[in-house]
């Protein structure tokens, strides 16, 4: 099985997880492969790279057997120790509920990435009938699970929950949107280094959007993306 990445970076660390023995071999810029023999004892695992010129790279990685997950990766340039590096572990459908349970490996990926903060933005998908969702009891309960799994890794790692806009008001929700964000500053109150920025406020829940502000009953424009960034 072959992965091929190409990014302008000046270094870089691919992230793996150990299912067996395996070897992973990685060849940057047409160059002879690089083995990497996945260390035994070891379930998440890391190869970096560094010293390289700012450009484009190609790097193509090849796993040897069924054994070996390729979880991620980080791509600096010129800036390993300076600027702002965004690890996105985000996921099309994810709530609480799938990182605090399913999703577990970006946790212990952790060390890899040392991380000076942690912003958690999942509640579309957790509060909604139409996506499985449950109540908000049990989203602060996964949401706390996923702080402690993440300070285990790195001791009190700063949390900013980010909850996104608000599905309109056809969205048949599982209680009222209200009760998930205050869930949230509940967290904050009982967590140190943990705070609320509630984007949601930045579009209004309306029956119809007459802004344009979003693409459907939950995902936003283009518009609605550059009106929650401002």
């Given at each position: 099985?072959?992965?091929?990445i190409?990014?302008?970076?000046?270094?870089?660390?691919?992230?793996?997880y150990?299912?067996?023995?395996?070897?992973v071999?990685?060849?940057?810029?047409?160059?002879?492969?690089?083995?990497?023999?996945?260390?035994?004892?070891?379930?998440?695992?890391?190869?970096?790279v560094?010293?390289l010129?700012s450009?484009?790279h190609?790097?193509?990685?090849?796993?040897?057997?069924?054994?070996?997950s390729?979880?991620?990766?980080?791509?600096?340039?010129?800036?390993?120790?300076a600027?702002?590096?965004?690890?996105?572990?985000?996921?099309?459908?994810?709530?609480?509920?799938?990182?605090?349970?399913?999703?577990?490996?970006?946790?212990e990926?952790?060390?890899?990435?040392?991380?000076?903060?942690?912003?958690?933005?999942?509640?579309?998908?957790?509060?909604?009938?139409?996506?499985?969702?449950?109540?908000?009891?049990?989203?602060?309960?996964?949401?706390?699970?996923?702080?402690?799994?993440?300070?285990?890794k790195?001791?009190?790692?700063?949390?900013?929950f980010?909850p996104?806009y608000?599905?309109?008001?056809t969205?048949?929700?599982?209680?009222?949107?209200?009760?998930y964000?205050?869930?949230?500053?509940?967290?904050a109150a009982?967590?140190s280094?943990?705070?609320?920025?509630?984007?949601?406020?930045?579009?209004?829940?309306?029956?119809?959007?007459?802004?344009g502000?979003?693409a459907?009953?939950?995902?936003p424009?283009?518009?609605?993306?550059?009106?929650?960034?401002?």
């Amino acid at each position: 099985v072959t992965a091929t990445i190409t990014r302008k970076c000046t270094s870089f660390k691919l992230l793996f997880y150990r299912l067996a023995n395996d070897v992973v071999t990685v060849s940057v810029d047409g160059g002879a492969p690089v083995s990497f023999t996945m260390n035994t004892s070891i379930r998440e695992q890391a190869y970096s790279v560094p010293g390289l010129p700012s450009a484009d790279h190609t790097i193509v990685i090849t796993g040897t057997g069924a054994g070996t997950s390729f979880c991620g990766s980080v791509f600096y340039d010129g800036d390993e120790a300076a600027g702002l590096s965004l690890w996105d572990a985000s996921h099309s459908g994810a709530t609480m509920k799938l990182y605090a349970e399913t999703y577990t490996n970006w946790v212990e990926h952790l060390q890899f990435v040392t991380p000076k903060l942690l912003m958690m933005g999942c509640l579309t998908n957790d509060c909604r009938a139409s996506s499985s969702g449950y109540s908000s009891a049990l989203y602060k309960g996964y949401a706390q699970s996923i702080i402690t799994q993440a300070r285990v890794k790195v001791p009190s790692l700063p949390v900013l929950f980010i909850p996104p806009y608000r599905p309109i008001d056809t969205e048949t929700l599982i209680e009222p949107w209200e009760n998930y964000i205050a869930k949230l500053h509940e967290l904050a109150a009982e967590n140190s280094f943990c705070a609320v920025y509630d984007m949601s406020i930045r579009i209004p829940n309306l029956t119809t959007d007459t802004y344009g502000f979003r693409a459907d009953s939950v995902h936003p424009s283009s518009a609605g993306m550059a009106y929650m960034s401002a």
